[in-house]
């Protein structure tokens, strides 16, 4: 079974930061699209960043500039670096990750469990 495990969710003050972590594990093949979504009080889920294997990482508008993605290929792990954070970014945030999880396997849509992000004024 193919689970992700995210971590680094918590309370900031605005302006603060944090760091999410999210390693994918168990049976993977190939793994090709590691990202972020949020869903915010209220609101439909986002996406929020993603990194696709040889192209450039996609942002959000209103996080371009402060929100970094980053993906270790060898430990299967995908990286937020929030910077500036503000209230607005307060949300669930869920790892994503497209696997297959063995070979001829068809690629599948995966989810981590979410980490709370607060982020106080």
């Known amino acids: 079974q193919v689970q992700l495990v995210e971590s680094g969710g918590g309370l900031v003050q605005a302006g603060g930061s944090l760091r999410l972590s999210c390693a994918a594990s168990?049976?993977?093949?190939?793994?090709?699209?590691m990202g972020w979504y949020r869903q915010a009080p209220g609101k439909q889920r986002e996406l929020v960043a993603t990194?696709?294997?040889?192209?450039?990482?996609n942002y959000k508008d209103s996080v371009k500039g402060r929100f970094t993605i980053s993906r270790d290929i060898a430990k299967n792990t995908v990286y937020l670096q929030m910077n500036s954070l503000k209230p607005e970014d307060t949300a669930v945030y869920y790892c994503?990750?497209?696997?297959?999880?063995?070979?001829?396997?068809?690629?599948?849509?995966?989810w981590g469990k979410g980490t709370l992000v607060t982020v106080s004024s």
């Open positions: 990194v696709i294997s040889g192209g450039s990482p």
């Open positions: 994503n990750a497209v696997i297959s999880p063995t070979y001829n396997s068809p690629a599948k849509n995966y």
């Open positions: 168990g049976s993977i093949f190939s793994l090709n699209v």
